[in-house]
């Protein structure tokens, strides 16, 4: 049984109102389509173990589900950041007024890939760097586009790809994503968890996540794992 708050995504509650919720293709725009685009220019080797990259890009289903099939990713954990360790749970955070965003923290080993590529997929696939406070179905500040570097080296590389992409026009648009350091990253609940792996035929999951993690296999094919590293598999359950 899938268990949602009165406050959960707005694209979900739609879908389950209209049944299939196919009405919710014409929310979509073109820019919102996954694109191919050029790697990060600084995006120094580490030798390190283990790092751990904080995104936010939208509802987190879809954010976890695409980085659940990154070959390297050693984990990729729903969750909020943004905000204080009080509020960091789904009824508050879908308020859209405890400064938290829906947030997906990614360990990964950085032998296998960097920092950078993880932003390029983040950038690429993940979700639309250029919508404001919203992503396609989803409206609020809980859905915007952020990056929660876990250190200085972090920050510049997050803050130079975007100048590069911004200056090679990537996107239509100018990129909105924020660069928040400094923010403490909270799991989400458990029910949150592998939610696009454990709920694939749900209407929100089929319109607006599975397109990313096939667009991801499409775009980054040397990255892509066809099995996806699960949260449940360490810990977590319903």
């Known amino acids: 049984m899938i268990r949602l708050s009165a406050r959960a995504c707005l694209g979900a509650m739609m879908a389950l109102m209209l049944g299939t919720g196919l009405t919710l293709l014409s929310e979509r725009s ?10 990060p220019a600084v995006d120094p080797s580490s030798s390190a173990d283990t790092e751990v990259a904080v995104l936010a890009g939208g509802c987190f289903w ?3 589900g695409v980085f659940q099939h990154v070959e390297g990713v050693r984990n990729a954990v729903s969750g909020y950041a943004g905000g204080e360790k009080g509020t960091a749970e789904y009824d508050r955070v879908s308020s859209g007024t405890t400064g938290h965003a829906e947030s997906v923290q990614v360990s990964f080993d950085p032998r296998k890939i960097s920092y950078g590529r993880i932003l390029q997929i983040y950038f690429s696939v993940a979700h639309d760097p250029t919508e404001l406070n919203r992503q396609g179905p ?17 920050a510049a590389i ?7 992409l911004d200056k090679a026009h990537a996107f239509e648009s100018p990129i909105v994503t924020r660069i928040e ?3 403490t990253f ?3 609940e458990a029910y949150h968890q592998d939610f696009l792996v454990r709920h694939p035929a749900y209407p929100y999951i089929v319109i607006n996540d599975l397109p990313k993690v096939a ?13 996806p590293v699960l949260v449940s598999a360490a810990g ?3």
Not at 158 to 164: G, L, P, R, V
Not at 215 to 227: G, I, M, N, Q, S
């Open 181 to 183: 350091p400094g923010k």
């Open 215 to 227: 667009a991801l296999k499409r775009l980054f094919p040397d990255v892509y794992r066809t099995e």
């Open 62 to 64: 879809g954010v976890q």
């Open 138 to 154: 989803d409206f609020g500040t809980q859905y915007r586009s952020a990056i929660f570097p876990m250190n200085a080296e972090q």
């Open 158 to 164: 997050a803050k130079a790809y975007i100048a590069q």
């Open 236 to 238: 977590a359950s319903d």
């Open 30 to 39: 073109g820019a919102e389509e996954p694109r191919a685009i050029p790697a």
């Open 186 to 188: 909270y799991p989400a």
